[in-house]
């Protein structure tokens, strides 16, 4: 999946947020496979784990355990068809996560080749809120952020403009 890209922009506001919310060397769960951003919290000082590649939306159980202080997901919700499962099932106490943000001028993403490279949620903010919300969680602070491309056209200039990621910290209500 990173073969040829690597969100650079992402990324650093990815892990500046990271970074303004939770102190290294806190010990976190990040859902999801190692991925480039794994290595990059390590290199920061945390103490990362990683989900194994099971499903999130049927097996839990990697989420059911308090040795975590934190738990991460960055663009893991939009995957999953029953997100409010994993997070009702959290017990770390905090939470930090990006999820792109439904653009109007765009359809969903989905990969032709990769049956989990597909997003079947392109949250607003205020979906995204609700969701934590009622499993939950309470938000203390968020972001967003735009995702310009270089390319030219009507929704590479929208991209210039419209916000793309929104990143969540949220402590357990």
Do not use: C
């Not at 990324?11 to 990059?40: H, R």
Request: no cysteine; charged share 25%; proline share 6%.
């Amino acid at each position: 999946m990173y073969e040829n890209t690597y969100p650079e922009k992402r990324y650093s506001k990815t892990l500046q947020f990271l970074l303004s919310n939770v102190q290294p060397p806190a010990k976190i769960l990040d859902l999801g496979v190692e991925n480039p951003f794994s290595e990059i919290m390590r290199k920061n000082g945390y103490h990362v784990s990683n989900t194994t590649g099971e499903d999130l939306d049927l097996v839990t159980d990697a989420v059911k355990t308090s040795k975590y202080e934190v738990v991460t997901a960055f663009e893991i919700f939009e995957h999953l068809l029953a997100p409010l499962n994993v997070l009702k099932d959290i017990q770390a106490t905090k939470l930090v996560t990006t999820v792109p943000l439904k653009l109007w001028f765009s359809p969903a993403y989905q990969s032709k080749t990769d049956k989990w490279d597909r997003h079947y949620h392109e949250f607003e903010d205020w979906q995204f809120d609700w969701l934590l919300e009622k499993s939950g969680w309470h938000i203390k602070e968020s972001i967003k952020w735009n995702n310009p491309v270089n390319k030219i056209g009507i929704r590479p200039i929208l991209r210039k403009f419209t916000p793309r990621y929104y990143a969540v910290y949220a402590e357990r209500i």
